[in-house]
């Protein structure tokens, strides 16, 4: 799967403390820019310096093949879906939260390679973590 990387930044869930900010500033750019786009956007996490507690890079990104910055998606990755509680102003985090979980738990199995937010224009959202 080919995207079109609209913005993105490098952070880190627990050391930097600028975190929201960035995630801010990065989606409120990306939605200026995607003003009369109606298709699905996306949160693509990739680039993991380890696991969900090391550095790694969001981008906000669109399904085309189209502009210099792309970001290919191997086909043949497994994901494990979860779905967010959209009518819920935490409900991102909340599942975030769930997923590491999960994976302290020893119940995920990740491999740290490309994970998404999956946002629907009817306002559905979905995370998809790659597993093993």
């Known amino acids: 799967m080919k995207m079109y990387m ?5 952070t880190n869930n627990f050391s930097d403390k600028e975190i929201m900010e960035k995630i801010q500033t990065m989606w409120e750019e990306s939605s ?4 009369n786009y109606n298709g699905i956007v996306y949160g693509i996490y990739f680039d993991y310096e380890s696991d969900y507690k090391g550095d790694y890079s969001l981008s906000v990104a669109i399904e085309d093949d189209h502009g210099d910055s792309l970001v290919e998606i191997p086909n043949d990755e497994k994901y494990e879906v979860f779905k967010v ?3 819920n102003e935490q409900g991102i985090i909340k599942t975030w939260n769930k997923i590491w979980q999960l994976e302290e738990a020893g119940s995920l ?3 740290y390679s490309y994970d998404f937010e999956k946002y629907y224009s009817n306002g559905e959202i979905e995370i998809h973590i790659a597993i093993k």
């Open 6 to 10: 609209i913005n993105s930044i490098r």
């Open 109 to 111: 199995d990740r491999v």
């Open 85 to 87: 509680d959209a009518t």
């Open 32 to 35: 200026s820019k995607l003003e």
